[in-house]
């Protein structure tokens, strides 16, 4: 009986195994060396980002961190120093929800910075009440995309001037099932939806990386997309004020379902230290292979019309 029992737990603890290394998926192997390399990184306070950061401090770049929160942001560098031996790991604000903020940002990191090799969008925000930003945006649409919007075409002048370089575009699967109202990109005409609103903006990330991609062809300039997984980060901290039953599983043994935030890490590592990704520039992945996107997020006259939309938004100007 108990040799029985021993068979048992052996077989339980194999398959909790096997399931965790299917939900891992997969893992960047590359080895590139970043010395001489400036990476920028939204929201690498905690999660993937700060999992991102720290992977690219380790490769010897010079990783600046742009945070909203100051305080946290000075302990997640202090770590990603201690952890990986860079002392060239240094904290800037940013509060994405502002176009005031982002301008702030970009004219000061251009005035400091010599170069930016790598910038990854990686902060965002999934299922928030229905907020308005200071510039009267719906949050999620604001923060996901507009914010990352300006910042990077902001930065434009830095990435070409270090090219070859990369910009790196955290989206979700959810974007498969996403749609651009243009009509009413707000919700100031239809009933909120926190998920229609975060999916609508992670399709918006996958329509602006394929567009930059398009007007950055030639340039040494490429962009890239994709889906991190389910992962176990503050990310969701919103979801449970919609959905009960699913923060209460978020929290219990079906967490085994999620991947770790240096797992979810991953596919950016790939797509910003890869060699020969070029030539898949406004690609989309997931796992660290390129994936096919859904149809709307390859409708090149959808991007456009985004693009342009956004300009419009946050008040591009030709010139910039």
Known sequence: ????????????????????????????????RLDGRTVLITGANTGIGK???RDM????????????????????????????????????HLDLASTYSVRMFAKEFLGSEERLD???????IMMCPKWLTEDSFETQMAVNHLGHFLLTNLLLPKLRSSAPSRVV???????ETGKIDFDDLFFAKRPYSPMTSYKQSKLANVLFSRELARRMKGTGVTAYSLHPGVIRTELGRH?????????????APSMLLMKTPTQGAQTSIYCAVTPGLEKLSGGYFSDCKEKRAAEVARDNEVAKKLWDVSAQLVGLSVKE
């Not at 029985?4 to 891992?24: D, T």
């Open 118 to 124: 790598i910038l990854i969008n990686n902060a965002g």
């Open 57 to 92: 401090a380790r490769r010897g770049a010079r990783v600046v961190m742009a945070c909203r929160d100051l305080t946290r942001a000075e302990r997640a560098a202090e770590e990603v120093r201690r952890a990986t031996g860079n002392g060239n790991v240094v904290i800037r």
């Open 169 to 175: 575009v955290v989206s979700s699967l959810a974007h």
């Open 51 to 53: 999992e991102t950061a």
């Open 1 to 32: 009986m108990c040799l029985h029992v021993v068979k048992i737990n052996r077989c339980v603890v194999l398959c909790v195994w096997l399931l965790r290394r299917w939900v891992a998926g997969g893992v960047c192997r590359c080895t590139a």
């Open 239 to 251: 979801v449970e004020s919609w959905f009960p039953l699913l923060g209460v599983l978020l929290r």
